[in-house]
C-alpha cells in the first residue's frame, strides 16, 4: 500500500541530488551564452555584416570605374583581293593577319542629379536599420532567457513547496495510520489522509515534468543539448526606484522600436531625393588610353600601330519613359508619408508600453509586499492547527485547510517575487535599457 509513496518521495531526493550536482547557472551567463548560440541573432547579425559591406561609396556609384582589356587575333585564311584599275590584283593561298591590342578604360557619372550622394546615404541608413533589426532580435532573445530563467526559478520554489507539503501530508498519514492501528482513529480519517497524500504526490510528479520542459526549453535557446541538466540562482536583486517621466525620457531616445521608426522616416526622405534625381540630365565621363599593332599580311597597308588617349563626354537627358519616372516619385512621396505616420504611432505605443510596464511593475511590488505578509501569517497558522490537530481539537479537514492555504500563499509569494523582477526588466526593455541592465554592448 505505500508503494506509491515511498516511489514519490524517492523522487523529490533524486531531484534534489542532481540539483546539488550541477553547477549553477547565472542569468548572465545565460544571456551570453544565447548571445552566441541563438539562430536568430547569428543569422540577424550576418544581415548586419551584408548591410554594413554594401554600405561603400564604390558601390553607390561615387567613385569612377576602372577596366583593363585586351585582345589578340589570328586568322590563316585563302584571299583573293581586286584593286581599282591600275593595281595589281592578288590572290593568295595561307594569308596570316594578327592584331594585338590593349587598353585601359575610365567610367565615371559626373552628374546624376546627386542621386549617387543619395544611393550612398541610403545604404548607410540601411546597415543603421540592420544594426537595429539585430538589437531587437537580441532584446527579444535576451526577453526570452530571462522569462524562462526565471520560470525555472519559480518551478523550483514550487517543487520545494510542494515537497514540503508531500512531506507534511506523509507524517499526518502515518500517524493516522499508527493511531488506527493502535484503535485510536478511524478508517475514515486514515483514508482522507491517504487521498491528500496521492494527491500532493501528483502535485509534486506535475510540478516536476513542468520544471523539465521549462529546463529543455532553456537549453536549446541557449544552444545546449536538451536533455542538458540546468540549476539557475534564485537571488533576486529588485531595483529600488525608477522614475516614469525619466523612463519615457529615455524612451524617446533609446527604444529600439522607435530608433527603427525613426530611421525609416530618413530612409523614406533619401528615396524620395532618389526618385527625384532621375529627372535630372545625366552626365558620364569616358576615357581610354590604348596600344594596337595589327599585321596584315596582304592589301594596300601591311600593318597598323597606334597608340595613344581618346576621351568624350555624354549627356542624356530624361524626356519620356512611360511614366517609371513618375511612377517611382510618387510611391516615394506616399512612402515617406507613411514612415512618418508610423513613427507618430510609434512614439504613443512607446509611451504608452512605458506607462503600461511602470504601473504594472509598481503593482507587482505592492503584491510581492502583500504576498511575503500572507506567506508568515499562513505559516503561523499551519502550526498553531497542527498542534491542536495532534492533540485531537480540530478535524483533518481543518488541518488540511490549513495546509494548502500555506501552500497557496507560498506559490503566490514566490511568482510575485519572480513577476516583479521580470516586470522591471519588461520596464526596462520599453525604455531602452534593457541591453546595459544585463550587462550587454548594443
Do not use: C
Amino acid at each position: 500500500m505505500r508503494t506509491w509513496r515511498i516511489h514519490a518521495l524517492s523522487a523529490v531526493a533524486i531531484l534534489a541530488t542532481v540539483g546539488m550536482a550541477q553547477d549553477t547557472l547565472l542569468l548572465a551567463d545565460a544571456v551570453q551564452l544565447a548571445l552566441a548560440s541563438e539562430h536568430g541573432i547569428l543569422i540577424a547579425r550576418n544581415d548586419a555584416e551584408v548591410a554594413n559591406a554594401l554600405a561603400t561609396a564604390g558601390n553607390s556609384g561615387l567613385l569612377p570605374k576602372v577596366d583593363a582589356r585586351a585582345n589578340a587575333n589570328y586568322s590563316n585564311q585563302d584571299t583573293e583581293l581586286d584593286f581599282a584599275p591600275g593595281l595589281e590584283d592578288v590572290s593568295r593561298k595561307g594569308v596570316v593577319n594578327t592584331t594585338l591590342a590593349g587598353q585601359l578604360g575610365l567610367t565615371y557619372t559626373l552628374f546624376n542629379g546627386l542621386g549617387n550622394f543619395a544611393t550612398y546615404q541610403r545604404s548607410l541608413l540601411t546597415a543603421d536599420l540592420a544594426d537595429l533589426r539585430t538589437q531587437a532580435q537580441v532584446e527579444g532573445t535576451i526577453t526570452q532567457v530571462i522569462a524562462l530563467y526565471y520560470a525555472i526559478a519559480a518551478q523550483d520554489e514550487d517543487l520545494r513547496i510542494t515537497q514540503r507539503i508531500l512531506e507534511i501530508s506523509d507524517d499526518r498519514f502515518q500517524r493516522l495510520e499508527a493511531k488506527a492501528t493502535l484503535g485510536g482513529a478511524g478508517r475514515l480519517d486514515v483514508l482522507n489522509a491517504q487521498v491528500d497524500l496521492q494527491s500532493d504526490s501528483a502535485s509534486f510528479i506535475l510540478a516536476r515534468q513542468r520544471r523539465e520542459r521549462s529546463a529543455r526549453d532553456l537549453a536549446v535557446l541557449l544552444g545546449r543539448d536538451p536533455d542538458a541538466q540546468v540549476v539557475v540562482s534564485h537571488r533576486v536583486e529588485y531595483a529600488r526606484t525608477l522614475s516614469v517621466d525619466q523612463l519615457l525620457s529615455e524612451a524617446m531616445q533609446g527604444n529600439v522600436q522607435l530608433r527603427s521608426a525613426v530611421a525609416q522616416v530618413r530612409a523614406a526622405e533619401v528615396d524620395q531625393r532618389i526618385a527625384k534625381a532621375l529627372r535630372w540630365p545625366r552626365l558620364d565621363l569616358s576615357a581610354n588610353y590604348g596600344v594596337s599593332d595589327q599585321n596584315n599580311g596582304v592589301g594596300l597597308v601591311l600593318g597598323t600601330y597606334t597608340q595613344g588617349f581618346n576621351g568624350g563626354l555624354t549627356l542624356s537627358v530624361p524626356i519620356f519613359d512611360g511614366g517609371r519616372i513618375n511612377t517611382q516619385t510618387k510611391t516615394a512621396q506616399l512612402r515617406a508619408e507613411s514612415a512618418v505616420l508610423a513613427e507618430e504611432q510609434a512614439r504613443l505605443q512607446v509611451e504608452r508600453d512605458v506607462r503600461n510596464a511602470f504601473t504594472t511593475w509598481s503593482s507587482q511590488r505592492e503584491v510581492l509586499r502583500i504576498q511575503d505578509a500572507a506567506v508568515k501569517t499562513a505559516q503561523l497558522n499551519l502550526d498553531r492547527t497542527k498542534d491542536l490537530f495532534q492533540a485531537g481539537q480540530l478535524t483533518g479537514l481543518q488541518f488540511r485547510q490549513a495546509q494548502l492555504d500555506l501552500a497557496n500563499a507560498a506559490r503566490q509569494a514566490v511568482v510575485s517575487g519572480f513577476d516583479t523582477k521580470v516586470a522591471e526588466l519588461t520596464l526596462l526593455r520599453a525604455s531602452g535599457g534593457l541591453l546595459s541592465a544585463v550587462g550587454v554592448q548594443p
